[in-house]
């Protein structure tokens, strides 16, 4: 069985200063991982994805996030956090050989104070 | 223009009353999949379609049926409405490598928002 465990429901940050989103991961197999934003209203948005290669991967907005085997982690990071990156971020994971079927995380509630 | 979009985007209904939700993309994509968003924003996939081939059938109550008419359409069809179906469907569609490898990224439509009363 697969699951996305995100410890915080709000992540609270101060415009300008670093932000980071906590996911950990269980699955058998090698894990697939995935970040989601959503704005209000909104359908879900890629951010970026981790399935092989390098650990530290680079998505959209400045974001990034790091694959950590040992740590089972993909916590999602920001140098320098934007008003407009306040939203509620999905952590996500599949494993190769179920990789159709996308279980995500219950989601973090990211504020950033102007 | 739109990639994915979803039709209504807000439903309103009695309890017992049966309802649909159509879904189009437009992106070329083979897969396709019905999402469920509860109150508390958690997310549990319902459906997955392969090229019109169901995929992915969770454990959903028999009143939900989705239906791919083509690869480009999912829709989703509800009977018998209850009050713990309100919640916001999402769509969403997601494309497999050429050498059928996973590349992931599923492109969600805005949601259809449904209340049952």
């Known amino acids: 069985a697969q699951s996305v465990a995100q410890p915080e429901d709000q992540v609270n940050v101060a415009e300008g200063n670093p932000l980071t989103v906590k996911c950990t991961y269980s699955?058998?197999?090698?894990?697939?991982l995935f970040w989601y934003v959503q704005y209000p209203n909104r359908g879900l948005q890629f951010l970026l994805k981790?399935?092989?290669?390098?650990?530290l991967v680079k998505g959209s907005y400045g974001f990034e996030a790091e694959f950590n085997k040992s740590q089972t982690s993909f916590h999602l990071k920001k140098p320098s956090a934007l008003v407009s990156d306040s939203a509620l971020y999905f952590c996500?994971?599949?494993?190769?050989?179920?990789?159709?079927?996308?279980?995500f995380g219950t989601g973090t509630r990211l504020t950033v104070i102007p | 223009d739109t990639a994915v979009s979803q039709t209504p985007k807000y439903l309103v209904t009695q309890m017992g009353n049966d309802k649909s939700i159509k879904c189009e993309q437009n992106?070329?994509?083979?897969?396709m999949y019905w999402y469920k968003q509860d109150s508390k924003k958690f997310l549990k996939i319902m459906f997955s379609?392969?090229?019109?081939?169901?995929?992915i059938n969770e454990t959903v109550p028999n009143r939900f049926s989705p239906k791919s008419p083509d690869k480009a359409h999912l829709n989703l069809h509800i009977n018998s409405l209850e009050l713990g179906d309100s919640a916001v469907y999402f769509c969403?569609?997601?494309?497999?490598?050429?050498?059928?490898?996973?590349?992931?990224?599923?492109?969600f439509g805005e949601g259809s928002r449904l209340t049952v009363l």
């Open positions: 699955v058998s197999g090698n894990p697939y």
């Open positions: 379609y392969n090229n019109k081939e169901l995929i």
């Open positions: 969403a569609s997601s494309q497999y490598g050429i050498e059928r490898e996973y590349t992931g990224e599923l492109f």
């Open positions: 996500a994971v599949t494993h190769e050989t179920g990789a159709n079927n996308l279980f």
């Open positions: 992106l070329g994509h083979d897969t």
């Open positions: 981790y399935i092989t290669g390098d650990n």
